[in-house]
């Protein structure tokens, strides 16, 4: 990561606050030279993110993400698509996702548990599982596969058939 990012994040919440470095420096307890030196990137504002964050009203994450303003929506599926092509064209739902899932690939997909087979691999039955149909496997990646008409969750294995994608993450919602 680099600082700069963080920076222009900084200066992109100070900004829509109409906060001047001092004042923003004022509520961190730090000085105006340290907020323009982490706005420039020039200086790492890790040590004080939390402050930064709570200052300027947003999360850290916020001040970390460089793609922060996007939203990033990927096609979630709620049924199994005709032919298990899990395209954005065969879905009309959508699903907010975090940044990195996207730059992992930009194909990637939501699937609700609801439309796949209970397994023991699953910490919750309940939730989302985001995949990616385009990232490399080594052997014990956890993927989504076909079998007799139905999603399931195994390892992946050398040889392995019907594998739609890996499980990047999971989602659990009680």
């Known amino acids: 990561m680099e600082y700069h990012d963080i920076g222009e994040n900084i200066r992109k919440y100070r900004k829509r606050l109409k906060l001047t470095q001092d004042e923003l420096a004022d ?8 907020i323009s030196r982490y706005e ?17 009203g947003v999360s850290a994450g916020s001040l970390v993400d460089s793609d922060d303003v996007n939203v990033y929506q990927i096609p979630l599926f709620t049924k199994i698509p005709k032919d298990l092509n899990f395209k954005k064209e065969n879905t009309l739902t959508y699903y907010n996702c975090p940044t990195w899932i996207t730059k992992l690939d930009h194909e990637s997909f939501i699937v609700d548990m609801v439309i796949v087979n209970p397994s023991n691999l699953l910490c919750s039955p309940t939730g989302f599982l985001f995949i990616s149909p385009n990232c490399e496997l080594v052997i014990d990646d956890i993927v989504l596969v076909s079998r007799n008409s139905s999603l399931r969750v195994e390892k992946y294995r050398k040889g392995s058939n019907s594998i739609i994608g890996k499980v990047v993450m999971q989602e659990v919602v009680y």
């Open 27 to 34: 509520k961190v307890g730090i000085t105006w030279e340290m």
């Open 40 to 56: 420039r990137g020039e200086s790492s504002p890790m040590n004080q993110l939390d402050k930064l964050a709570e200052a300027l």
